[in-house]
């Protein structure tokens, strides 16, 4: 007894650690490690473009420079005839600078592309991403909790189905149905791009104007990465629901949906959390493919069209705003993680 | 008539893909008001099942049947809302294992706390905090550690916790479900020190779980000898742990000297062979094919629990009334 | 596979001591096979892929028997332009007068193909790598790691894109791209199955009676990781052949050869939507998902049969 009643060892008396403490570290590790993805990338980026094609007057320019003159102004520009470390400090002092060249194919420098066309980007795939985890985590955990249920296997059967299915194909079956229309079902959604000639987009028509538009492209790509989600969520859930403090939870005298709500759910959402941040490419994947489909004035699309050129800057600039994107949002989920779970932080 | 806790004839049966396996048969157990009463046997015996039942927190694969009379209600039978109301605030739990067993994401006063707030809804967040704070002061650790973490804490602090918890509702039965199994001795000690302390101050009565004789025998007023889903003998802790009459209790009792060496305690003297698997029992005395004692009377009916004195019964045919 | 399943008996006539060592563990390996086998056939989803991939694996050899490989060739096309189904062309035409039913099965070799060596680089590499930084650990095994976490970061379809426009248009570029790219996941699995092989006690046993690193790397962890690599290479070509059908359907695929990616590539240019063509475009991507849900399924159900926990699900 009297071992019991006074505090027994140091640790016991000792005050819980600061928090922030043990989150910085963790903020710092993970930043560090976003930071050499980034300079990775950036060296995989430099030897995609400069070194991977040879001569990259010739094959960059492919069939552009009929002349000497123009081969060697190319070449001066870049700084492509100098030496390979040479070029890379040019190149990182140049990505640095803002400076990702002039688009071959619109004359225009490709950070003011970038920039322009960042946003028909972001509102597609955000409203998407948005949605997405939303419908699939809750289709994910009412599958979970009724496990073997009609709704949970239409659920999985529909995700596994949604999962293995290419979305811009998708997006194709969409516009054929709801946008040309087909048999009864009258064509009313546009068939691709942002806005209509004759709206200002400013204006309040303007943006319904634009949801309108945006409507089948963010369905097509909410489905797309729903999938993912749904199936991921149930699995982490069915993984917490054979756990022990559940069973504490429900001996308290908690209601099964709160049992589920307080307890299970936020475990669960850990692993989701996870995958989520991993699937970041593949959000990426999305907005190219679905973006080509639609016609949607994007980063996406203005990749794509690039590649027919082939405008190399306008490749290496998206490539590396969506490569800089996707670690940067990895960054976020990871720095998320650490705030919902005290394990990490500690 | 014990006015607590009453089971009658309770059997536990699971459903699985290779037929009905019978983890109770047929228990009779009677708790009284502040009353200890340990419940001991191997692993796989049915006690956890058993125990689980009182709060009806078996898994949905299992069929119970009997009577489980908690304060001369029906836990089987009752509604939803009543046995939640039950839950906790009447009768709570010690699981085994702390670390699985609290939430690893939430501070362990919040899961202190969660109970009162779910049976005392209007009860002022103040005063929550403060009960929280003397619940970790009865169970000896600082109130500061309200903000821990179930992971910053050690295994017996987290056991402790689990005790705090087990109080917070101030419950008049506790069921602890071995409660120091996943703790190394001293540490075991210090909880069990605890844990009996507060029962008997507080007058709480409690049903507690282990495969360790010697411990029931030293905090326990009666003991419950399981075997094979079955009781074997029952009696006052001193009688059954200093002289069992079955031969189970008996064998159980020498494996678990009450000082001695911890190694000896997973190789128990005098009790050849393995647990019965509850798919399969033998005919008969589920105990004969290990007993020294068997005849070949033993496997062909089941023995019923005989009395033997007042407070004393076990379930043997070779025991001389 | 029925070889498989009847197994597990057949050296057991057979005295024991007249099996060497090595006979005892292939043994031993067939047994488990068989019962792995007996725990997948239980799984219905799994066989339903299975069913479902047999099925187009056998048209895809076939493909030489079930439609002339004329029916590729654009000059010797005898069909009208985007022709409706009819009882000549069972699923129509393509914009130019060729059978889609003709392109698909020939299209099927092709995405198969492609999906399989692709995923043959990609584990090459994954396996190597994971192998290699799970199992030496140290400065370089922590090294590999590093490098393998920040090839996972770049996204994956801008890097084949750039990649494939780099290297060029040809079927063999193709399947380079979608391997280079697709490995690193497979590397992360490998890399931790590898760290929990390493502390099993035979390990141990192996290391204190000398076995040198290559001896335990062959014969114990390695091994032991082939289950794992085989689920995950099923996953892998799932991912391959649908990274192949965007990569076509963006049109950096092989221009002289046609894949169901293809198919749809030229369906969109020429406005098939629009037009109500749906034959040119609804049965490539039900193709697609088929194959891609048939190894997703054949995927999962290894996973079961080899991790039991998961099972419930």
Known sequence: MSLATTPTTAVDSAEPRPRRRGYGRYVLSKVAGAVGSLLFMLVVSFFLFRVLPGDPARTLGRGRFTNPEQIEEFNRTYGLNESLPRQFLTYLQNTFSGDLGISLKYRVPVSDLLLDRMWPTLLLVGTSTILATVIGVWLGIRGAWNRGSTFDKASTGASLTLYSMPEWWLGLLLIAVFAVGWGPIPGIFPTGGLHSTDVDPSSLAGVLDTAWHLTLPVITLTLAYLADYALIMRSSLLDELGE???????????????????????????????VIALSMGFIVSGAITVETVFSIPGLGLLGVEALEVPDYWVLQGTFLVAAAGVILANLAANLLYGILDPRVRT | MPDLLTMRDVSVTYRTEGGDVPAVRGVDLALSRGEIVGLAGESGCGKSTLASTILRLQPPSATVTGQVLFEGEDVLTMSWGDLRALRWAGASMVFQGALH?????????????????????ETPDREVEARVGELLEQV?????????????????????????????????LIVADEPTTALDVMVQAQVLDVLSALVHELGVGMLMISHDLSVLADLCDRIVVMYGGRVVETGPAEGVFGGALHPYAGALSAAFPRVGDPRARFAPSGLPGDPPDPAQLPPGCAFAPRCP????????????????????????????? | ?????????????????????????????????????????????????????????????????????EGLDVTKATGGVLEPPSSEYWLGTDDQGRSVLTLLIWGARISLFVGLAATLISMVIGTLVGLTSGYFGGWAGGALFRVTEWFL??????????????????LLNIIIVIGVTSWPSTALLIRSQTLSIKERPYLERARVLGAGRWHQMSRHVLPNLMPMVFANTTLTVAIAIL?????????????????????????FAVGAITTGAWWFIVPPGVCVVLVVLAFTLIGQALEEVLNPRLKDR
């Open chain 2, 140 to 172: 000896g650790l600082p109130p500061t550690r309200a903000r821990a973490y179930p992971h910053q804490l050690s295994g017996g602090q987290r056991q402790r916790v689990m005790i705090a918890m087990a109080l917070a509702c101030r419950p008049r």
């Open chain 3, 1 to 69: 596979m029925s070889a498989a399943g009847g197994d597990g008996g057949g050296g057991a006539l057979r005295p024991p001591a007249t099996l060497s060592a090595r006979q005892l563990a292939r043994r031993r390996r067939r047994d488990a096979l068989g019962r792995n086998w007996r725990i997948f056939r239980g799984n219905r989803s799994g066989l339903l892929g299975l069913a479902i991939l047999a099925s187009f694996v056998l048209v895809a050899i076939a493909a030489p028997l079930l439609a002339s490989p």
């Open chain 1, 244 to 274: 022990d403090y559940l069973t504490t939870a429900r001996a308290k005298g908690l209601r099964d949906i709160v049992v589920r709500n307080r307890h299970a759910v936020p475990n669960a959402l850990l692993p989701t959390t996870t």
């Open chain 2, 293 to 321: 004692r068997a005849i070949e009377e033993c496997t062909r009916a089941v023995p019923e629990l005989r009395s033997f004195g007042a407070d004393r019964s076990a379930a043997c045919i070779r025991v001389a009334s």
């Open chain 3, 243 to 267: 990274t192949e059908t965007t990569l076509s359907f963006l049109g950096l695929g092989d221009p002289t050869r046609v894949s169901w990616g293809s198919m749809l590539d030229d369906a």
């Open chain 3, 153 to 170: 970061a770049i996204p994956f379809l801008p890097f084949a894109i750039v990649l494939a426009t780099v290297l060029g248009r040809s």
């Open chain 2, 101 to 121: 067993s609290l939430n690893p994401v939430r501070r362990i006063g919040d899961q202190i706390a969660e109970p009162i707030r779910v049976h005392s809804p």
